[in-house]
């Protein structure tokens, strides 16, 4: 079988996409010695992004680039020479042709839920191309079953055609990490330990203004005293979030970090006393997870695919309801005896998620997919 993988997403940015696909090919590798696989990046990445010692796992150079309007038909025509059995694109939207059969990944589905939360252009890209690229893929993957279940509900996508494969997190979260390690990324950012962490895109999806309502509530009300660490890059519609913090006079007590490599991310969720994901919707929900793996307690929100990934790990609140973030934020960095408890129940969840069980899900739905009759030969 040979397989296609696009990975030309990291040349346009280094996402939760694409670590998903990152991650996932070293993964394949490790369980598939016999299929041959060809990884397609974008002429400007460099980066070999290969996985090690995998012989079957082969370069290739495309011009198309991601997010582009005409990218379903140049890729398409870049394609068509490998022959391609198969093609998985990781950020869900296929070319027009180019293989016998193709697989995509939907992360989420919040462009049909919350438009409101995206700019104009972002919107007719996403919502004018979701229809489209279910019904021309052989097999879907969703990261979560609640998004399993959107594409079921809002686009009539069959059951049978679409399959709840999680996530995991990189592997560097699971390793042992030396105080040193801690103390240096410490003295790095000018940070105290024991801070609220915040880690993902600032957008209005994230519900970063109602955050800091609450963590200001809790600091007039409470006397909560730690500063609030967020970290990521502006994302659309991000202006509300600066306005809130200076509304609120916060600009002393709010450190807002963009330069952090993994590294120096898992020694902050080491030295954080909790991570706060208050999001309106997430398609599966990488920081907690992470964040369990490194020991640090989650507050999450109650919505969409974030029970399944914190599930009795952490709390979980609605995240529509400020005071009972201002009160669980508050109680979790008071409570040495809670958090502990919340530390054994996070790695005990974290535990469930591999990218071994990612990559023998997936290899599965390639397999069903080259079983699907629905579509016909492209290639010949």
Request: proline share 7%.
């Amino acid at each position: 079988m040979r397989i296609g993988f696009d990975l030309r997403l990291p040349a346009y940015q280094m996402g939760g996409i694409s670590q998903y696909a990152l991650h996932l090919l070293p993964a394949l590798a490790r369980l598939d010695g016999e299929n041959e696989y060809l990884i397609f990046h974008h002429r400007r990445d460099g980066r070999a992004h290969l996985p090690a010692n995998a012989p079957n796992f082969q370069r290739r150079t495309v011009w198309t680039p991601c997010h582009h309007r005409l990218e379903k038909w140049a890729l398409a025509a870049e394609l068509l020479p490998h022959r391609l059995d198969l093609l998985h694109s990781p950020d869900f939207i296929p070319p027009l042709a180019g293989a016998r059969r193709f697989v995509i990944t939907v992360h989420d589905l919040n462009f049909l839920y919350y438009p409101q939360f995206l700019t104009a252009d972002s919107r007719r890209y996403y919502a004018g191309q979701i229809a489209w690229a279910v019904e021309k893929a052989s097999q879907i993957a969703a990261d979560s079953e609640h998004t399993r279940q959107d594409l079921i509900a809002r686009l009539n996508v069959p059951p049978a055609r679409v399959h709840t494969i999680p996530l995991a997190a990189n592997p560097l979260y699971l390793e042992d990490l030396p105080e040193t390690a801690v103390t240096a990324t410490l003295n790095h950012f000018n940070l105290p330990r024991g801070f609220i962490l915040f880690v993902g895109t600032l957008e209005p999806r994230k519900n970063l203004v109602m955050l800091l309502r609450a963590y200001h509530a809790a600091r007039q009300e409470m006397g909560l005293d730690v500063p609030l660490v967020m970290i990521g890059q502006p994302g659309w519609l991000y202006e509300e979030i600066f306005a809130a913090i200076a509304g609120l006079e916060l600009e002393d007590r709010v450190v807002h970090l963009t330069a952090v490599t993994d590294q120096q991310l898992a020694a902050l969720y080491r030295a954080a006393t909790v991570l706060v994901q208050p999001s309106h919707y997430e398609g599966f929900g990488l920081p907690p997870l992470e964040a369990m793996h490194c020991g640090c307690p989650v507050i999450a929100s109650n919505r969409a695919s974030l029970p399944e990934v914190v599930g009795s790990g952490g709390l979980l609140l609605d995240p529509d309801d400020q005071d009972s973030w201002s009160e669980a934020v508050f109680r979790v960095v008071n409570d040495t005896e809670l958090r502990a408890e919340m530390v054994v129940a996070g790695r005990a969840q974290a535990a469930q998620f591999s990218w071994s069980k990612t990559a023998a899900m997936t290899l599965g739905l390639y397999r069903e997919a080259l079983q699907d009759g629905r579509r016909t030969t492209v290639n010949s």
